[in-house]
């Protein structure tokens, strides 16, 4: 082959790349264009050591394009990211625009409900709290708990300010005394008192259940 043939060749390839590029954003403009609304998720980058209160999970975004993109749209595709920039507590006011929201390239944003969110902000805060084994169940033989003890005795919580105010405790998992006569140890997970509310460490504590029965001595029962 020679040079000037290699050059209209490459030429050729191209104008045919061009072309076909040309067709299909042609094709796309052609097509019959629809709408759609999607409950889309809503993600939140806060600032460090801030905590959204009442976050909303998901706002109705209205997309528009191309007939075929919006007969398959799903809604794990849609999603709203808002970052917040205030770290002072309080109530705050934030817009939700186009930009915020991803999606498959080709789609539009008609509109969004709501299109502004409120949301309640607080300091996030570390403490350290009792643990308080939660016991369920009845125990055998007439066989009566005694004061239960986790080891260790207390844990540390994350949370919001506000909420951790009001806590005087932190609860276990159940720990069941159907058909348990005597003392008996067993290994449960930290409950969080609330969604926003994190067990930081341990996250599991071993709690011995001491046991009496009528007329015995406690100091001198086994354990199970």
């Not at 403009?29 to 209160?53: M, W």
């Not at 003890?149 to 300010?161: H, K, N």
């Not at 806590?167 to 067993?186: C, K, M, N, R």
Request: glycine share 6%.
């Amino acid at each position: 082959m020679t040079h000037a043939a290699g050059k209209w060749g490459l030429r050729l390839l191209a104008l045919t790349a061009a072309l076909a590029v040309w067709f299909s954003a042609s094709f796309a403009k052609r097509e019959h264009q629809s709408e759609k609304v999607i409950d889309a998720a809503v993600t939140y980058n806060p600032p460090l050591g801030v905590v959204i209160l009442d976050p909303v999970q998901t706002v109705k975004v209205r997309l528009r394009g191309p007939d075929r993109m919006i007969r398959t749209l799903a809604p794990q595709v849609v999603d709203v990211v808002v970052t917040i920039v205030r770290t002072e507590p309080g109530t705050i006011e934030v817009p939700i625009v186009a930009d915020q929201i991803l999606r498959p390239e080709g789609l539009s944003v008609s509109a969004v409900d709501p299109n502004s969110l409120t949301l309640r902000l607080d300091r996030e805060q570390l403490r350290d709290l009792p643990v308080t084994p939660r016991l369920v169940g009845e125990p055998a033989g007439g066989a009566t708990p005694l004061e239960p003890l986790a080891r260790p005795a207390r844990v540390q919580i994350s949370g919001p300010q506000s909420l951790l105010a009001g806590l005087t405790a932190v609860t276990t998992s159940p720990i069941s005394l159907d058909g348990h006569a005597l003392t008996f140890e067993q290994t449960v997970s930290v409950v969080s008192p609330s969604p926003l509310v994190r067990i930081v460490a341990p996250l599991v504590v071993t709690v011995q259940v001491p046991m009496t029965v009528p007329g015995a001595d406690p100091d001198h029962q086994g354990a199970q």
